[in-house]
């Protein structure tokens, strides 16, 4: 199975850029995936294939990333962001997510 | 606009079964792979299954595996989720969502989500 690493928390102040990593175990391609998730709500996807942002996202949340290595940025972050946020691989079932990441106002 | 709706969840003992539904609606259904995802209170997300737009291909997480069926009703626009041999490591909020038919797309819809909850 391919494994996600996720750092569990990061503290951010509002207005602030902030970049969220996501290490696969193995290549998963471009097929990696970032969802948001606020509180009491199902799962929304953000970024689609590492860099396209799903219309109606604002564009102040942008990926990047191939192979292994990804990342989701927020600039600047508003107080409207603060979710969890999870990275999901479709490269190869079983499908994986990562474990999460809580984004914190400092 | 595109809409998942669960229905089915509850209390049920260890050992028994249940049954998911998800109606789909606002799009067309038979045109989409579906999947399920659970996510246990306070946990991370899980992918459970996935089913093809005409259940062609089937796949399931190796914690499930045996246990656990999906399946679909084009004509109904509902994907199913049969659970039976249910444990209490089952307890989780299972949601729906929908997977664009291409090479390794995204979960683009998901569903408000069903609470399950296996406990003697």
């Known amino acids: 199975d391919t494994v996600l690493t996720q750092s569990p928390a990061l503290a951010v102040s509002l207005g602030q850029r902030v970049t969220i990593s996501c290490r696969a175990s193995k290549s998963v391609s471009t097929y990696m995936h970032w969802y948001q998730q606020k509180s009491g709500q199902q799962p929304k996807l953000l970024i689609y294939s590492a860099s396209n942002l799903k219309s109606g996202v604002p564009s102040r949340f942008s990926g990047s990333g191939s192979g292994t290595g990804f990342t989701l940025t927020i600039d600047p972050v508003e107080a409207d962001d603060i979710a969890n946020y999870y990275c999901?691989?479709?490269?190869?079932?079983?499908?994986?997510f990562g474990p999460g990441t809580k984004l914190e106002l400092k | 606009e595109e809409q998942l709706v669960e229905s089915g969840g509850g209390l049920v003992q260890p050992g028994r079964s249940l049954k998911l539904s998800c109606l789909a609606s606002?799009?067309?259904?038979?045109?989409?792979?579906m999947n399920w995802i659970r996510q246990a209170p306070g946990k991370g997300l899980e992918w459970v299954a996935s089913?093809?737009?005409?259940?062609?291909?089937?796949y399931y997480a190796d914690t499930v595996k045996g246990r656990f069926t999906i399946s679909r009703d084009n004509a109904r626009n509902t994907l199913y989720l049969q659970m039976t041999s249910l444990r209490s490591e089952d307890t989780a909020l299972y949601y729906c969502?929908?997977?664009?038919?291409?090479?390794?797309?995204?979960?683009?819809?998901w569903g408000q989500g069903v609470m399950v909850t296996v406990s003697s």
């Open positions: 999901q691989q479709t490269n190869e079932l079983p499908y994986t």
């Open positions: 969502a929908r997977q664009p038919v291409a090479r390794g797309t995204a979960f683009d819809s």
């Open positions: 606002g799009f067309t259904f038979s045109n989409f792979g």
């Open positions: 089913i093809s737009s005409s259940s062609s291909y089937i």
